[in-house]
């Protein structure tokens, strides 16, 4: 695939991939605290901000997302979906594999 493809595609992928295991584990710990699954779904959808999402929504989520270097990354390379993507590919899906294996596992504790 042409760089100039992956700079614009890759970016956007990433995000769905993250966006989806964020919501998976999410739906994971909420529906297991026993939560009402209409209201979990209003929370989802109106969340804007990974804080929305979180537990402790005074908490910061900037503990998380910095403890392991490939977290920060894979978060930029969602945000990079506005300006494309500037950095290795490859090195770019493997973080957000990584990440997306974090999020899932979060959510099953």
Do not use: Y
């Not at 100039?4 to 989806?20: F, K, N």
């Not at 979180?54 to 894979?74: G, I, M, Q």
């Not at 770019?92 to 959510?107: F, I, M, Q, W």
């Amino acid at each position: 695939m042409p760089a100039d493809v992956q700079a614009r595609v890759l970016p956007g992928l990433c995000r769905m991939a993250l966006e989806a295991a964020a919501r998976d584990a999410f739906l994971a710990r909420r529906f297991t605290a026993g939560a009402d699954r209409q209201e979990v779904e209003r929370q989802w959808q109106e969340a804007t901000t990974l804080r929305q999402l979180h537990d402790d929504r005074v908490a910061s989520t900037e503990a998380w997302t910095s403890a392991k270097p490939w977290r920060k990354a894979a978060l930029g390379i969602g945000n990079a979906v506005h300006a494309g993507l500037r950095g290795d590919p490859v090195g770019s899906v493997r973080n957000v594999e990584d990440t997306v294996d974090d999020l899932l596992l979060a959510g099953r504790r």
